[in-house]
DNA sequence: GACAAACTGAACGCAGCCGTTCAATTAAAC
DNA sequence: GTTTAATTGAACGGCTGCGTTCAGTTTGTC
């Protein structure tokens, strides 16, 4: 087999017009979902005739799934966790707090969750990259945060990937529900619902004396 | 005016037809989005000429607020809790999170979320119809057992709904997020997931002795 | 420079679906 | 029995959109 066959005669592919057409997909289609997204539409915004898509993707869905490969792929990046840092650990706690949820509850990132679990109904393998991108690598990011501030004496944590949960679900709460569903924000409460779950891990996880 | 105009000649329209068109174009919408379902399967599923469903309901929009309206009434009456049961508290919070799972997680609600959720980008009033008929209610009816709770000394809890979101979403915790998305079932880690929110809310609001 | 393949613009076939119209039938109210 | 209106089945117009085809142009590789 030639070496992943990437040298033949002729024009390359574009991948400058590839990834505008990707960027184009990505606008459509979790603005307004796959069935409302046009090809015509999605070739049109991206500057390319509409045969260069079918050229670069073959059909509708391989161009969906690529736009989510990309969404994907730019979530990955966001989940690291300083695990050096000076501050106390209550502290570090409402900052990490604080961070998921402004990344979450970005209009974006709400729309983008609604969309791929609409279409995680009729194909599984949409949610299951979203997940492994996305929630899966906080959590874990979060529980590696947990099992080191346990070996360091300044948590006393038994499960750290429960705890991990636990506490990203009390920083969510109800506001996640709201924004999904179209409620207007309330930072005030956003922030309220934080703090109140740092006191409560804290309380449940602090090191005994 | 005539009470609310019932009474005219001629023949009136079959309430029963009208209820088979609803629960048919229920199932479509919820199983595959509003977009993706036809009034014609529709009116076929409920053994109905299509211009029948346009004469109850004028168009499809309104026919999908129908079946919302409809599934709403469905859970409305889902969020009553016994505020004088002679078990102790620690047993009645895990009964509650128990149930509060069983009902969130089965399948038909959590595919139901997802098309809500979805159509609250286009339509926002869907979905505070949905939080008004679902998640607020429930919040209410919890929230209001634990300041009863509290009136009666078994527990202390000075922000009582705040608390209620803390409880149900650590009972959510990621398995709320790895249903949405599709991720297999895992009953084990639910039951646990809701026996350590039941720890830790009891460390938090147990009274002071 | 020759060749191969990507790109374009336009047109096409095909399918699905919304919402309407119409004549004929059925069923309830008076 | 008469009247009023719901129901039906079929057909239609119009639109949108996927995916293909084709001739012609551009842009790379050999």
Redesign the interface.
């Known amino acids: 087999m030639a070496e992943t066959a990437t040298k033949r005669a002729g024009r390359p592919l574009d991948t400058a017009k590839r990834d505008a057409i990707v960027a184009a997909a990505s606008d459509a289609f979790f603005?307004l979902?796959f069935?409302?997204s046009s090809i015509e539409k999605i070739a049109a915004d991206a500057g390319v005739s509409k045969v260069t898509v079918y050229n670069h993707f073959g059909d509708k869905s391989a161009l969906f799934s690529a736009a989510v490969e990309r969404e994907c792929e730019k979530m990955r990046g966001h989940f690291s966790i300083d695990m050096s840092s000076s501050a106390n650990v209550r502290d570090r706690l409402l900052t990490i707090g604080q961070s998921m949820h402004a990344f979450l509850s970005r209009p974006e990132m709400v729309?983008f969750?609604?969309?791929?679990?609409?279409e995680?109904?009729d194909e599984?393998?949409?949610?299951?990259a979203?997940?492994n991108a996305g929630?899966r690598r906080m959590?874990a990011a979060f529980s590696a945060f947990l099992a080191h501030a346990d070996t360091t004496g300044e948590l006393s944590v038994p499960?750290p990937d429960?705890a991990a949960?636990?506490f990203?679900?009390?920083c969510?709460?109800?506001g996640d529900?709201?924004r999904?569903?179209?409620?207007p924000p309330d930072p005030d409460r956003d922030a309220?619902?934080i703090e109140?779950?740092v006191d409560?891990f804290m309380?449940?996880y602090a090191p005994a004396k």
Chains 1, 2 share one sequence.
């Open positions: 603005e979902g069935a409302a729309q969750e609604r969309r791929i679990a609409a995680t109904a599984p393998q949409i949610g299951l979203f997940l929630p959590r499960d429960l949960e636990q990203a679900s009390m969510k709460g109800f529900l709201e999904r569903f179209g409620a309220l619902r109140r779950a409560l309380q449940a």
